[in-house]
């Protein structure tokens, strides 16, 4: 579960966090339009679970454009990144919920809407 700071945090704005953390699987590169990660060392992890998974796996031939920085979605935020706010105060998970939130709204409004 997400850090008991953090839900605290979320749950003054009105978001719930009950989702359970899991690490990537190979298919997630099948099942999924869009893999988010928080940061370039987590973007480059993926990629390098997936370059030993793709020899091995039937994958689109673009699974890898998959696999997107969160912050590259935020319109009100110029971070490139979702820091790691576990080892500083409130104000770093209230500054990572901001990220998301911004991130979030964006990446709503990218998806095309079906008619």
């Given at each position: 579960m997400a850090d008991p700071r953090m839900r605290s945090a979320a749950k003054r704005r009105g978001?719930?966090?009950?989702?359970l953390s899991r690490p990537i699987k190979a298919s997630d590169f099948r099942e999924f339009d869009l893999i988010l990660a928080m940061?370039?060392?987590?973007k480059e992890d993926i990629l390098k679970?997936?370059?030993?998974w793709k020899n091995r796996?039937?994958?689109p031939p673009d699974a890898d454009k998959k696999v997107k920085?969160?912050?590259?979605y935020c319109k009100k935020h110029n971070e490139k990144f979702v820091p790691d706010p576990y080892y500083g105060g409130p104000q770093g998970f209230e500054k990572v919920l901001d990220l998301l939130e911004d991130a979030?709204?964006?990446?709503?409004?990218?998806?095309?809407?079906?008619s």
């Open positions: 978001i719930e966090l009950t989702s940061d370039d060392q987590n679970a997936y370059n030993v796996g039937n994958f920085l969160m912050c590259s979030c709204e964006s990446l709503l409004d990218s998806i095309p809407v079906e």
